[in-house]
Every structure is written in C-alpha cells, then in structure tokens.
C-alpha cells in the first residue's frame, strides 16, 4: 500500500517558478514509475512528467523544457520543479505512483490527494 502527499502548490505569476513535492509512504510495495499528472476545470487528467524507478523520464509535450521531474529516493520524495509558468499551467496537480505489491504480486496504482498551482497573468 502507498500514500501520496503532494505539497508545494499556490499562486504564481506568469513567467515565476514553483516546486511541487511528493511524500510518499509505502509498505509491501515496490514503485516501478512516479509522476505528475495534473487537471484543469472541464478537461481530462494529463500527463506533465513522469519517472521511473532506473530514473528515465518521459514529459508532456507542453512542459517540455519548461519542467523538470526528479526523485530523492532515499527520503522516498518525488519533486516537479516548474519554471517559465503560464496561464495555461493552472490545474490541479496530483502525484501517481505505478507499482507491484509484495504481498499479492499484483499491480496498483495509486494517487495523491492534488495540489493546486494557479498562474495568474
């Protein structure tokens, strides 16, 4: 089982820079991939970033560049480190981890709670 705590969101000008963070806590469980996927009002969930446990990393075509995804294994911390902020960025931002358990040798998926990032213009 995993829990995810995002942190890190808020209010940000165009042009300014966020970092998001990830906490995640974990039993039995063995992460494959962790990412970032974000919502905004009236559209689908997305994909910004994600990473995989060999830490090759893989970003929607709207961040690229602009965002940055990495992970502090040894604090079991996911971080989106966000430059270059649009308008188009606001969303709700939700941490996901893909992975097996130790228990049942299935594969979970779960889901943080989501933060809000708005950029205001």
């Known amino acids: 089982q995993v829990q995810l705590v995002e942190s890190g969101g808020g209010l940000v000008q165009a042009g300014g820079s966020l970092r998001l963070s990830c906490s995640a806590s974990r039993r039995s469980f063995i992460i494959n991939v962790m990412g970032w996927y974000r919502q905004a009002p009236g559209k689908q969930r997305e994909l910004v970033a994600e990473i995989t446990n060999g830490g090759s990393t893989n970003y929607g075509d709207s961040v690229k560049g602009r965002f940055t995804i990495s992970a502090d294994n040894a604090k079991n911390t996911l971080y989106l480190q966000m430059n270059s902020l649009k308008v188009e960025d606001t969303a709700v931002y939700y941490c996901?981890?893909?992975?097996?358990?130790?228990?049942?040798?299935?594969?979970?998926?779960?889901w943080g709670q989501g933060t809000q990032v708005t950029v205001s213009s």
């Open positions: 996901k981890a893909d992975g097996r358990s130790s228990i049942d040798r299935r594969m979970y998926t779960y």
